[in-house]
């Protein structure tokens, strides 16, 4: 049965699973988003999750009418790899598509399996481990200390540089918390709401015209969060690598 949606959005998902079942010939279908979650934005899409036998996945967007749709090809052995990768890096994008889809199409009941999974892996909480965190701490002081380096003589890229740094100390933070991070367009309303007095701070530095007073208010977040601002003492893990 397919989920009662005003128009377009009921015709674009009409003619969406047409497309999927003479394209691909699917052994099941879940649709997500914002749409289908009753929030609806003039950006919105149709994200589709297709399952099929075959050893191959692809990404394919195409208009149907007036709305964008998205549709994420896989056999069900590489869905549940990428639910296992997201949940591992703290960004759980195909488990929560998932567990928060509507069934269209599953015959061999494969797509309420993996929803299942999805829903388990939520539930479980994040598995990032000690050393996947410090890489990322590695990373944000490498990269604050090389906006510092060329803020005199490249403003603008320093301040790329600040920018990246502070999207990713935000998202450290919430993973030190043991928290999801959350959706891209959620990052900093999200962060704002759960530590408004770090979220602030963000946003204004975020804002400044000027690189100095940037860097200024950038520092004592990224030290917070990082423990460091320039030169990161750290080693990984040794790792064995073919000859």
Sequence with gaps: ????????????????????????????ILVSGTIIRGNPH????????????????QRTQRWFGDVPGEMFV?????????????AASGRPIMPHMLATGVILHD???????????????????????????????YAIATWFEDAVDIALI???????????????SVRLMFLDDGQWIPRQKLLLSEFERRYPDWGTL???????????????LAAPFIEHVASVTGFFEWESEPQTVAP
């Design 74 to 86: 896989n056999p069900p052995f590489e869905l549940e790899r990428a639910m296992h990768r997201d």
């Design 42 to 57: 003039p950006a919105s899409d149709l994200d589709f999750v297709v399952v099929h036998p075959h050893h191959w996945r």
């Design 1 to 28: 049965m397919l989920p009662h949606l005003t128009e377009p959005y009921t015709s674009a998902l009409r003619a969406a699973l047409e497309y999927i079942h003479t394209r691909y010939a699917p052994t099941g």
């Design 107 to 137: 015959p061999t009941n494969t797509v309420n399996g993996l929803q299942q999974l999805a829903e388990e892996l939520l539930d479980k909480g994040l598995s990032c481990s000690s050393e996947s965190l410090s890489l990322q701490r």
């Design 202 to 216: 963000v946003r204004t530095s975020l804002r400044c015209a000027s690189v100095a007073e940037q860097l200024d």
């Design 154 to 168: 490249a403003p603008d890229l320093a301040s790329a540089f600040i920018t990246e740094t502070l999207l990713s």
